[in-house]
């Protein structure tokens, strides 16, 4: 029952989401597009970005070490070799996905 009322729920949003859309048109797209990109380009929203990025990846590096110290061997090779894996690929980019470097 309470599945049913999930997908109902989302599938009205979705067709609420889709008519809102059309009325507005493409004009109101671009529109918010180019206010999205002026936002992103501020100097201060990049500085924050940046600034939350670096301390995500400290605590981020910092849980990892203590879940291993208490996990141990007892962590599957599977997950192992998968966290080595993001760490590896992460340490040789220049920027994220949000387009800020990782020092």
Do not use: I
Request: hydrophobic share 35%; aromatic share 6%; no cysteine.
């Amino acid at each position: 029952m309470a599945v049913m009322r999930y997908r109902l729920t989302f599938v009205a949003g979705l067709a609420l989401g889709y008519v809102l859309g059309t009325r507005a048109g493409r004009e109101r797209y671009e529109q918010l597009k180019k206010s999205l990109r002026e936002v992103s380009q501020n100097p201060a929203v990049r500085n924050t970005v940046e600034s939350a990025a670096l301390q995500g990846r400290e605590v981020a590096g910092k849980a990892f070490h203590t879940v291993s110290e208490k996990v141990g061997d007892r962590m599957p090779e599977s997950v192992a070799e998968r966290v080595r894996s993001l760490r590896e690929r992460g340490q040789g980019e220049a920027e994220d996905d949000w387009g800020t470097s990782n020092t």
